[in-house]
């Protein structure tokens, strides 16, 4: 049986930090390890990782959502792979529990991470956009540009 978001109250939007990084690592207890973060320029042929920490709101705790990771050109458009498949993560569908003892209105953070190997970027713009319930913000939003490989290219 599908479950069916919730749609997002505009009081209650979570907030995404996102981060692109060298590697990242989400743990069991909810910790998030980033090494090599906050760039914002990488090589072509570069791996790296995306990270986000999404806050989930008190009252939208203990609720079914669905989170989308897809990555688009600078004109929003969905890229793919050489073979056709959109470079995105498949949907994540996770529930926040309020852990015993935490004060009611404390937002609950809920990790996502994508380490990846080099893609077949071409050299230019890119974003990383999440999708949440369906809604889209520009705060869920991480743009980043890729530059031709060379001595002088290197995630900075």
Do not use: C
Not at 112 to 135: C, D, H, K, M, R
Request: aromatic residues 6%.
């Amino acid at each position: 049986m599908p479950h069916e978001p919730v749609p997002l109250h505009p009081q209650k939007q979570m907030r995404v930090t996102m981060m692109l990084a060298d590697y990242a690592v989400g743990t069991p207890d909810g910790k998030l390890t980033v090494v090599g973060a906050g760039w914002k320029l990488i090589a072509v042929g570069a791996p790296f990782a995306v990270a986000a920490i999404v806050e989930v709101p008190w009252d939208l705790t203990n609720t079914k959502h669905t989170l989308q990771l897809r990555l688009v050109d600078a004109d929003g458009q969905p890229l793919t792979m050489p073979d056709g498949q959109p470079l995105e993560l498949p949907p994540d569908v996770f529930e926040v529990p309020r852990p015993a003892g935490v004060k009611p209105g404390t937002s609950i953070a809920h990790n996502v991470v994508l380490n990846s190997g080099p893609l077949p970027f071409e050299p230019g713009q890119y974003v990383w956009e999440i999708t949440i319930n369906g809604a889209q913000h520009e705060e869920w939003k991480l743009p980043f540009t890729v530059v031709a490989a060379g001595p002088q290219a290197q995630a900075a």
